[in-house]
């Protein structure tokens, strides 16, 4: 497995923008294919975004196309998360998680490897 860890979180207005960070460490982290889910309280995690290892192709939740673009640089071992256009509804704990596969994702226990995750909190 590969070590995650989340930081970028925060609270901010409804409109605003924010970008998550995923430092991956204790594997070439070149090698897993990666994701974003989240949590809200008292729903169940749910998929955000994905990327192959290589980039080649991303995916995305309906609620979150044409607002939220996943991205990694390989070379420094970090995936990303660009939020634009936050809404009230995209509050929740966001986690990024791993896979030791070219293949992405939408559901959660197809990773195993896991962050600690991050709050992202926006108030309308």
């Known amino acids: 497995q590969v070590q995650l860890v989340e930081s970028g979180g925060g609270v901010v207005q409804a409109g605003a923008s924010l970008r998550l960070s995923c430092a991956a460490s204790?594997?070439?982290?070149?090698?897993?294919?990666g994701a974003w889910f989240r949590q809200a309280p008292g729903k169940e995690r749910e998929f955000v975004a994905a990327?192959?290892?290589?980039?080649?192709?991303?995916d995305y939740a309906a609620s979150v196309k044409g607002r939220f673009t996943i991205s990694r640089d390989n070379a420094k071992n970090t995936m990303y998360l660009e939020m634009n256009g936050l809404k009230p509804e995209d509050t929740a704990v966001y986690y990024c998680a791993g896979r030791p596969s070219p293949a992405i994702s939408r559901n959660r226990d197809a990773y195993d490897s896991w962050g600690q995750g991050t709050q992202v909190t926006v108030s309308s």
């Open positions: 204790g594997r070439t982290f070149s090698a897993y294919s």
């Open positions: 990327i192959r290892r290589n980039s080649a192709f991303s």
